[in-house]
């Protein structure tokens, strides 16, 4: 089942696609037509968006079978076949791209997700997200981080506190904004508030932070941080990590690395539907 969500963004992409008809299918076929397919892997990747993948065929027609070979979450090697569909020739082919375009860009957000969490194995540091997301694409987005191994962040601005540099500066300092926080803020909620210096980090703690994030420092200022912490809050590093950085920062310490590339510069990999 989707959320009401995604199936208004289903229904937003094929109107798009499809609104005023497939005039190609609907002049070379006959309606009775019928054809077989496979979705196939055109390059090495990490599955992602099945579910909505299925909900496309069968919004477009409800007679389309649409059978997966791999689950989100599930490596695919160069030629490996994703899924098959059988059904009425103009339905699949009315449903093609629009169902390609969910497949590649969310499979494509696991795929690089998975290089991420593959780089720092073996630390303790967890990979998250960000709500660096493609708009109206979020839970889906969210989904594909998860089926490549990662873990979410927030997945909007009621689900957690997080004081930024912004609040910082609008409330005149971290200890006025976390106190602040802590007194109004729901009791259930940990308080998450980012320092930009290691001078910040006593008085993040000392006004009682859950979470310290530490933005934009390099790997041996994070091991310094974590150091200084000591185990009395969260320590979650952003800001400057790459494929090429990334291990350097677990390597430093901390428990949480958050990542907007995952979303937002993910490129979409490369998968087609074979009739």
């Not at 990747?45 to 079978?65: K, Y």
């Not at 185990?231 to 920062?249: D, I, K, P």
Request: with cysteine; hydrophobic share 50%.
């Amino acid at each position: 089942m989707l959320s009401p969500a995604v199936e208004a963004l289903v229904a937003l992409a094929l109107e798009e696609d499809l609104g005023r008809g497939d005039v190609t299918s609907e002049a070379i076929f006959a309606a009775g037509d019928t054809s077989s397919g496979q979705i196939v892997a055109k390059e090495p990747l990490v599955v992602a968006g099945v579910a909505v993948v299925a909900a496309v065929f069968a919004r477009v027609d409800r007679e389309t079978r649409f059978v997966p070979r791999l689950e989100d979450g599930a490596h695919a090697d160069k030629g490996a076949i994703v899924a098959v569909v059988e059904g009425r020739t103009r339905g699949l082919l009315s449903a093609e791209r629009t169902a390609l375009n969910f497949l590649q860009r969310l499979s494509g957000v696991a795929t690089l997700t998975r290089r991420f969490v593959d780089a720092v194995a073996g630390t303790r540091a967890k990979i998250v997200d960000t709500r660096k997301t493609t708009p109206g694409w979020r839970l889906l987005e969210k989904e594909a981080v998860r089926a490549g191994g990662g873990a979410n962040h927030r997945v909007d601005l009621a689900a957690g506190v997080l004081i930024k540099d912004n609040h910082v500066a609008a409330c005149g300092g971290v200890k006025q904004a976390v106190e602040r926080a802590r007194a109004r803020a729901p009791h259930s909620l940990r308080i998450e508030v980012e320092v930009t210096a290691l001078a910040q980090i006593e008085e993040a703690l000392a006004a009682g932070a859950d979470i310290v994030l530490v933005d934009n420092f390099v790997p041996a200022d994070v091991a310094r941080a974590v150091k200084q912490i000591a185990g009395r809050a969260l320590v979650e590093v952003s800001g400057g990590v790459n494929l090429e950085t990334v291990r350097a920062y677990a390597e430093a310490g901390p428990d949480l690395i958050s990542i907007g590339a995952l979303t937002h510069s993910a490129r979409a990999v490369d998968l087609s539907l074979e009739l």
